[in-house]
């Protein structure tokens, strides 16, 4: 069998911000995409789809976090030395796609906590503004799972960051996933925040003149929560 060629649209990584990760590209992964990004699949499976990507994307942000030597006996009376998490985790989700993203998070992490920010356009300054926003009281201590599917401009996902540095948490304890993102916004992402680590599963190949993602899928909330 022939092997498969490499996905056209995936911005090569050598080109990124070194905080940058992606998911593996396999060949399961671009079908994945392929399936999401056609404007003819169902609402029902555009669900079932993105929300096998967002799996991936979680456990691939667990590989970020700082673990410690653990040991423990195993039911043979043996001791194991392995590893657990440092630390406490919480998720956070952007409003309202970012939402579509907590199921995925619950899935992997039991009970863990998430928190929600609501951002909008400024219709006076036209830029990005916090209009609510419900966090865990003890977030400046916890390693803050910022949830996104998309990353076009970046500006949304900036005052997101700013919002958890207001309220204590270091650039350092924030991981932002995305399932799509542009390099425009990636790079005005990473230049503001570079010590913030970004797992994203697809880099595309770019913003139109509407600042709309190219190839993209559309409006995520849209096909996620629209008949």
């Not at 090569?12 to 998911?23: E, G, K, M, R």
């Not at 970020?64 to 030597?69: I, S």
């Not at 009376?77 to 956070?92: L, R, W």
Request: charged letters at 25%; one cysteine or more; aromatic letters at 8%.
């Amino acid at each position: 069998m022939a092997a498969s060629t490499a996905p056209t649209s995936q911005t090569h990584p050598a080109s990124l911000p070194p905080s940058v990760f992606t998911l593996p590209q396999t060949a399961q992964l671009e079908a994945l995409y392929t399936i999401i990004r056609d404007r003819t699949t169902s609402r029902g499976d555009f669900l079932f789809y993105s929300d096998r990507i967002i799996r991936l994307l979680v456990e691939e942000s667990l590989n970020h976090l700082p673990v410690v030597p653990k040991i423990v006996e195993t039911p043979t009376g043996a001791t194991y030395q392995g590893i657990g998490f440092e630390g406490k985790i919480c998720g956070v989700s952007i409003l309202r796609a970012g939402e579509a993203m907590e199921a995925g998070l619950r899935e992997v992490c039991r009970s863990v906590r998430i928190g929600k920010i609501l951002i909008q356009r400024d219709e006076e300054t036209a830029l990005p503004k916090l209009f609510y926003s419900k966090l865990p009281e003890d977030i400046a201590s916890r390693y803050v799972l910022l949830l996104d599917p998309m990353l076009a401009t970046g500006g949304s996902a900036m005052k997101a960051v700013e919002v958890l540095q207001e309220q204590g948490v270091p650039e350092e304890r924030i991981i932002f996933i995305n399932l799509i993102a542009a390099p425009e916004g990636l790079k005005r992402f990473c230049g503001r925040f570079p010590s913030l680590r970004v797992i994203t599963g697809w880099i595309d190949q770019g913003l139109n003149e509407k600042s709309y993602i190219i190839p993209g899928l559309g409006d995520f909330g849209e096909r996620r929560y629209c008949e």
